[in-house]
């Protein structure tokens, strides 16, 4: 069984540019996540999109955005681009979109902002 | 103060020592607990997965969760240079379904042979 894939596996951006990263969950998984991994902040929750609506977002601006398709992948877009947003973003999906559903992880983004 | 606290290391034995990772916590809601493994440049592998308090085993690995104690550990058996890696702790309610994991900072492992 596939696991989750995102692409590009890296992305070199300037500040103020817009970064688009793709996510495609496990097979029959309907619920999409992203997090950003920055150096020394640890995994932070960014978005929760279920059965094709943003069911969650945490605690960054509205320039992070996304949407989910109808296959249920994901999309992740982060407009006006700033050097902190240098990070690996990872994608997790779950079978359903309930409470203790295990997440699994992708191989992530390396986004990178100059 | 943070929701999970996690030492991050690096913590360094030599092969086939046991190894005991851990984590605390401050809030008492969280019922789901987890551990996974970050090899560098990969992405997160869920480990193990517990709800609630007790012991779980699989294989070399075993989680404890004290929930009075809001203290989480994963130790590691017969540790081999193959488990040099950052370990995660994760955790998640069941009261308010947000979807969202909290994370330690993770704690860097190597195994010296």
């Known amino acids: 069984e596939a696991g989750v894939t995102q692409s590009p596996t890296h992305l070199i951006k300037t500040r103020g540019q817009q970064a688009t990263l793709r996510c495609s969950p496990i097979?029959?998984?309907?619920?999409v996540y992203w997090y950003q991994q920055a150096l020394g902040l640890g995994l932070q929750f960014l978005l929760w999109?279920?059965?094709?609506?943003?069911?969650n977002r945490g605690n960054f601006p509205p320039r992070f955005s996304g949407r989910q398709f109808p296959n249920y992948s994901s999309e992740l877009n982060v407009n006006a681009l700033e050097l902190e947003d240098s990070a690996l973003y990872l994608c997790?999906?779950?079978?359903?979109?309930?409470?203790?559903?295990?997440?699994?992880f992708g191989p992530g983004t390396r986004l990178l902002v100059l | 103060q943070k929701e999970v606290e996690q030492d991050p290391g690096p913590l360094s034995v030599p092969e086939g020592a046991i190894v005991s990772l851990n984590c605390t916590y401050s809030?008492?809601?969280?019922?789901?607990f987890m551990w996974y493994r970050q090899y560098s440049r990969k992405g997160p592998e869920l480990l193990m997965y517990?709800?609630?308090?007790g012991n779980k085993e699989d294989g070399r690995f075993t989680a404890q969760v004290d929930k009075s104690s809001k203290y989480i550990s994963l130790f590691i058996r017969d540790s081999q240079p193959s488990d040099s890696a950052t370990y995660l702790c994760?955790?998640?309610?069941?009261?308010?379904?947000?979807?969202?994991?909290?994370f330690g900072q993770g704690t860097t492992l190597q195994v010296k042979p």
């Open positions: 997790a999906s779950s079978l359903e979109g309930g409470p203790g559903e295990t997440q699994y």
């Open positions: 097979s029959g998984h309907t619920s």
């Open positions: 999109y279920d059965e094709g609506e943003e069911r």
């Open positions: 809030n008492s809601a969280f019922q789901y």
């Open positions: 517990t709800y609630s308090s």
């Open positions: 994760a955790m998640s309610d069941h009261s308010s379904n947000t979807g969202k994991l909290i």
